[in-house]
């Protein structure tokens, strides 16, 4: 069976679950615990940075290799067109939503938890006493402000990165109004990288993620709650309701992540 080293909450990853599900493959996946485990992935894919695919002897890193590799090993249900405009301008949206969407969403969402108190606290698993929440969330954003200017992630950077998705959700809009996906009349890698890493600004609903219930059908706040994108994220939500497999039974039952020692 497949693997996909992961983290949950990686929107790289949720981009190679969307195609997995959309082709039918089955796959295990295992949850990489940030540090030691990034350690032990080195060790196996030479790089610690997820997602990665183990297939038997074969191991892929970067969610863009993935995808190639799957189109190539597993042709049925193509996501890739062999016409060569469409399969460009595939290749090329898929590209920009990796450099546009992929980085400027971190973003903006490290900028939502700064500044918004109940984000924050919704993060954190329902195990958590409210105790423990409320502390985490009287955190001044002033002091989480001055952190984050000294990993890149200041007000200047988030504000730029809020212009840039408002402006890319703005022109996917106006092209999702007068077709069903961005290139062909069925889904292609474009739409899984767009849907994949647009899942920051606005986190899936439905049992998709093994995330907090309070983060179902919530994001950023100016993005994932105002009615400009709204037709944006009901595209999201009918590409998952069509392709993506929910998660089966309880946490830790099937579809859960497992967290296991790299070999």
């Known amino acids: 069976m497949l693997e996909l080293y992961q983290f949950e909450l990686s929107h790289f990853s949720e981009k190679?679950?969307?195609?997995?599900?959309?082709?039918?493959?089955?796959?295990?996946?295992?949850?990489?615990?940030?540090?030691?485990?990034?350690?032990?992935?080195?060790?196996l894919a030479g790089q610690r940075q997820v997602p990665v695919l183990k297939d038997g002897n074969e191991v892929i890193a970067d969610s863009t290799a993935i995808?190639?590799?799957l189109e190539r090993q597993y042709p049925d249900r193509p996501i890739i067109p062999t016409e060569p405009k469409l399969r460009g301008l595939t290749l090329l949206i898929?590209?920009?939503?990796?450099?546009?969407?992929?980085l400027n969403a971190r973003k903006v969402l490290i900028g939502a938890l700064n500044q918004d108190h109940a984000l924050r606290a919704a993060f954190l698993p329902s195990s958590v006493p409210d105790v423990v929440k409320n502390l985490i969330s009287a955190v001044p954003t002033e002091f989480l402000s001055v952190l984050g200017q000294g990993?890149?992630?200041?007000?200047?950077?988030?504000?730029s990165a809020m212009e840039a998705i408002k402006r890319d959700l703005t022109a996917l809009t106006f092209i999702l109004s007068e077709q069903?996906?961005?290139?062909?009349?069925?889904?292609?890698?474009?739409?899984?990288a767009v849907a994949g890493l647009s899942a920051y600004l606005k986190f899936p609903g439905g049992n998709y993620l093994e995330i907090p219930d309070a983060l179902k059908d919530r994001g950023v706040p100016g993005i994932a709650d105002i009615g400009?994108?709204?037709?944006?994220?009901q595209w999201r939500d009918r590409l998952y309701a069509e392709y993506r497999k929910p998660l089966i039974g309880s946490p830790g039952?099937?579809?859960?992540p497992s967290t296991i020692n790299i070999e």
Do not use: C
């Open 94 to 102: 898929e590209q920009w939503a990796d450099e546009s969407i992929g």
């Open 253 to 256: 039952g099937a579809g859960s």
């Open 228 to 233: 400009t994108f709204e037709p944006f994220f």
């Open 67 to 69: 995808a190639d590799y």
């Open 180 to 192: 069903p996906y961005l290139v062909t009349d069925h889904p292609t890698l474009a739409d899984f």
């Open 16 to 43: 190679v679950r969307l195609i997995l599900d959309y082709k039918g493959l089955a796959y295990r996946k295992i949850e990489v615990t940030p540090g030691i485990g990034q350690i032990e992935l080195f060790r």
């Open 151 to 159: 990993v890149g992630f200041g007000p200047d950077a988030i504000k």
